[in-house]
């Protein structure tokens, strides 16, 4: 799966795969649950990839992300 968290800023692809998702779907997320999914991903990518010091418009807070990771399956340090 592909992830940009290193484009500028990061992770705005992926955000902007879910804002359409979104639009497209009447803003129902259990549709979109696939392209929430890679953003969270990818801000994870990119928190790691920084020590936490990331900064993205497109992304929660660290802790945010990480508890959702968590609370959907995924291992996460």
Do not use: I
Not at 26 to 50: A, F, G, V
Not at 61 to 76: A, F, I, Q, T, Y
Request: glycine share 4%; proline share 8%.
């Amino acid at each position: 799966m592909a992830k940009d968290s290193s484009s500028d800023p990061p992770c705005q692809a992926e955000a902007c795969s879910l804002q359409a998702c979104l639009n497209k779907n009447t803003y129902s997320p259990d549709k979109c649950d696939p392209q929430l999914r890679k953003l969270y991903e990818c801000c994870w990518d990119m928190y790691k990839r920084t020590d936490g010091r990331g900064e993205s418009t497109a992304c929660p807070m660290p802790n945010v992300v990480r508890r959702w990771l968590k609370s959907h399956g995924e291992e996460v340090e």
